[in-house]
């Protein structure tokens, strides 16, 4: 069983940067479809990035241009760069590693405020 740890988020300004980072032990992530969701305060949790086993990518409409989702399969980690981060993006982002099985790190909280 895979766990996944999520790390860098923090307060930023609107449009800044910030770079999350979700490490895996306890498996390999090269077998996962790896995701980023998140989740705002009385909203439901949303899908925000995906990259499968074979490097596709998705994305959610709101994100497209200024997120990207990439994994080092050597390094067993997967990161969600982000930029021109909008007040919006305030959420706990989930990193998540799928199979027929779905497992989650405890998120992190990316807060975008001035």
């Known amino acids: 069983q895979v766990q996944l740890v999520e790390s860098g988020g923090g307060l930023v300004q609107p449009g800044g940067s910030l770079r999350l980072s979700c490490a895996a032990s306890?498996?390999?992530?090269?077998?996962?479809?790896m995701a980023w969701y998140r989740q705002a305060t009385g909203k439901q949790r949303e899908l925000v990035a995906q990259i499968t086993t074979g490097g596709s990518t998705i994305y959610i409409d709101s994100v497209k241009g200024r997120f990207t989702i990439s994994r080092d399969n050597a390094k067993n980690t997967v990161y969600l760069q982000m930029s021109s981060l909008k007040p919006e993006d305030t959420a706990v982002y989930y990193c998540?590693?799928?199979?027929?099985?779905?497992?989650w790190g405890k998120g992190t909280l990316v807060t975008v405020s001035s």
């Open positions: 306890g498996g390999i992530i090269n077998i996962y479809n």
């Open positions: 998540n590693a799928a199979d027929w099985r779905s497992f």
